[in-house]
């Protein structure tokens, strides 16, 4: 299995943006045949899907709680998925992660069974 980077993380205050980045971690890999999944995950929590996109692009989910806020999109060219979040909220601070081929239907969103290749993720603190 493919090992994804992600990348973008950092501090903003509540109501800011920032754009997350995953890309794999050898560059000769293509995700362009690749679902992606965004999750993330904060201390107190167990791991949660948040987003998802189709291998080319023209499908997306969300859960409920970033619906709106947060887009996915990738650029195959450029071998990156990307989450744009907007309008940050505290409840928002966590560890994000990306991964392949993740089961998507609807707001619901999870790792395919067996799926073990996560990576560092990147944090991702809203704070003022």
């Known amino acids: 299995q493919v090992q994804l980077v992600e990348s973008g993380g950092g501090l903003v205050q509540p109501g800011g943006s920032l754009r997350l980045s995953c890309a794999a971690s050898?560059?000769?890999?293509?995700?362009?045949?690749?679902?992606i999944g965004w999750f993330r995950q904060a201390p107190t929590n167990e791991r949660e899907g948040i987003a998802c996109i189709s291998d080319s692009g023209r499908l997306t989910y969300y859960e409920g709680s970033v619906k709106g806020r947060f887009t996915v999109s990738r650029d195959n060219a450029k071998n990156t998925v990307y989450l744009q979040m907007n309008n940050l909220k505290p409840e928002d601070t966590a560890v994000y992660y990306c991964a392949t081929d993740p089961v998507c239907m609807g707001s619901r969103i999870d790792p395919r069974p067996g799926y073990n290749s996560w990576g560092q993720g990147t944090q991702v603190t809203v704070s003022s």
């Open positions: 050898e560059s000769t890999h293509s995700l362009g045949h690749n679902a």
